[in-house]
């Protein structure tokens, strides 16, 4: 069973960053990926970013120059890194990791908005 806890949603004006952290309850390097995404209301839930185990990565097309996802294996954190915010970026952020089966956070509300 792998517990994940996300932090560092809130309310930013448009233009503005963010920084989410979801700490894992288990060593990262057993995880075969890692990752983020996003369901605004309404609408599905979506891929925003993930890191594979091998070190890739991937990034919606919407948030690529704006996002990035890192590790801190040291920490079992994984974070993801929100830059050049816009209203549509606006949704709950969930983190997600894979270890034979999925586990998913309990999800953190990012609002955009002046």
């Known amino acids: 069973q792998v517990q994940l806890v996300e932090s560092g949603g809130g309310l930013v004006q448009p233009g503005g960053s963010l920084r989410l952290s979801c700490a894992a309850s288990?060593?990262?390097?057993?995880?075969?990926?890692m990752g983020w995404y996003r369901q605004a209301p309404g609408k599905q839930r979506e891929l925003v970013a993930v890191?594979?185990?091998?070190?890739?990565?991937n990034y919606a097309d919407s948030v690529k120059g704006r996002f990035t996802i890192s590790i801190d294996n040291a920490k079992n954190t994984v974070y993801l890194q929100m830059n050049s915010l816009s209203p549509e970026d606006t949704a709950v952020y969930l983190c997600?990791?894979?270890?034979?089966?999925?586990?998913w956070g309990q999800g953190t509300q990012v609002t955009v908005s002046s």
């Open positions: 997600h990791a894979v270890r034979m089966v999925s586990y």
């Open positions: 890191l594979t185990k091998d070190g890739s990565t």
């Open positions: 288990t060593s990262i390097a057993s995880l075969n990926r």
